[in-house]
């Protein structure tokens, strides 16, 4: 409570639904399906929090979860503390193919793509009503050869960093080509409305990479089930991010998003 959520403003249904959306992300991100979850809770002596009310909207946040993905809560722990109200989940799963993606396998000359617009997750709570990719994870899993994949918790900016990090690679991205949210406000400049795609974070679509023979049949398939896809840019050999500007322009790209206090 106070990093992830903030329960003087969201109803623990959604703190709850939450807790377990963001680790269904990130099975979503190594192409895999959960299988089960335990939640541990760390519950506040003194707060209205504590009431029975709390825990049980915050136990159907979870329970939409399990329903909708069809996996089981199997255990966990609940302890009282003199600290914020803290939510602890582990969630297992298993690959939808013969093995998970991994962010460390984006190669030189693939193309990047991301699932979904971004920036402004904040703005209508988007953060805390988000759908994880498992779909679209599957059918990738399904339809093509995924190299590198990761989820975009932390920002497209900050996050494409790790992934080329964690590659050994270097990424170039064109401006005009990433998708903005509309819960970006229309009436701020271009160059804010960027950033805020950028690097506003929480957004939790999926970052991954492809072969460049591979990224036009795998655009032409997601027009066949109606599956949005972006390419945003290409990886290179090297080191870092380079951004291509509405003129041609090219920058380095500094690694901005959400760092955790």
């Known amino acids: 409570d106070g990093v992830h959520f903030d329960l003087n403003v969201a109803e623990p249904f959604l703190v709850g639904r939450k807790a377990i959306a963001v680790n269904l992300s990130d099975l979503a991100a190594m192409g895999c399906r959960p299988t089960a979850a335990f939640v541990s809770l760390a519950v506040p002596k003194n707060q209205s929090s504590t009431s029975p009310n709390f825990l049980q909207d915050l136990y159907r946040g979870i329970q939409q979860m399990t329903e909708e993905f069809q996996f089981s809560l199997a255990g966990g722990d609940t302890n009282s503390w003199n600290g914020p109200f803290a939510i602890n989940v582990c969630l ?26 971004l920036g402004g997750s904040l703005h209508r709570g988007r953060h805390l009503k988000f759908l994880p990719r498992l779909k679209i994870s599957e059918w990738l899993s399904r339809t093509t050869s995924v190299h590198g994949m990761m989820d975009l918790s932390d ?6 960093h790790r992934m080329m990090e964690s590659s050994g690679t270097a990424a170039e991205i064109s401006a005009s080509r990433i998708p903005i949210h509309t819960d970006v406000p229309a009436a701020w400049a271009s160059e804010r409305r960027l950033t805020a795609a950028l690097s ?17 049949k795998l655009k032409a398939a997601a027009d066949e089930v109606s599956i949005s896809l972006y390419e945003i840019g290409r990886v290179l050999n090297g080191s870092g991010v380079t951004l291509i500007d509405a003129f041609g322009h090219c920058r380095i790209m500094d690694a901005m998003g959400w760092q955790h206090g």
């Open 155 to 160: 920002g497209l900016s900050l996050d494409l």
């Open 92 to 117: 297992t799963g298993v690959p939808f193919s013969a093995h998970p993606f991994l962010r460390s396998a984006a190669q030189a000359g693939d193309a990047i793509f991301v699932t979904g617009p």
């Open 200 to 216: 506003d974070g929480e957004d939790f679509e999926l970052l991954f990479t492809v072969s460049r023979s591979d990224a036009a």
